[in-house]
């Protein structure tokens, strides 16, 4: 098998494996039962799944100009996905659209009242 053969299994496998995972995300996005389960399975496997779908691209198409552009691709996913993620899971849990029954640990629980309910400090203590 010459180098092409080996680049080209590589490339396959790549988006294949890529491929699957998006699909599990979405899988994920209509049997999960709330709200932050279902934000988990569109934000793990799926940006996985892309970033092993651009080096499989990547691979196959092999010119400096496209690996740059999806280099730049991955790394805008992966900056962008978790603070996607984070707001909208922190929104959630304001709002109350989650179950708790479902929660192994809830670490804002102490903090779950909003910041106009706390008496300001002015430091007169």
Known sequence: MTLTGVLDTIAGACLIGGALLSLAAGVGLLRFPDLLS??????????????????????????????????????????????????????????????????????????RHSPSDTPPDNGSR
């Not at 279902?38 to 990547?58: N, S």
Request: charged share 15%.
């Open 38 to 111: 279902r934000m988990h399975a569109a934000t793990k496997p799926q940006v996985l799944g892309l970033l092993l779908i651009l080096a499989g691209t990547a691979i196959r198409l092999g010119t400096v100009v496209d690996i740059t552009t999806l280099v730049l691709v991955g790394i805008f996913q992966l900056v962008t996905a978790p603070v996607a993620a984070h707001m909208v899971g922190r929104t959630a849990y304001r709002a109350g659209l989650f179950r708790r029954d479902l929660l192994i640990a809830d670490e804002l629980a102490t903090s």
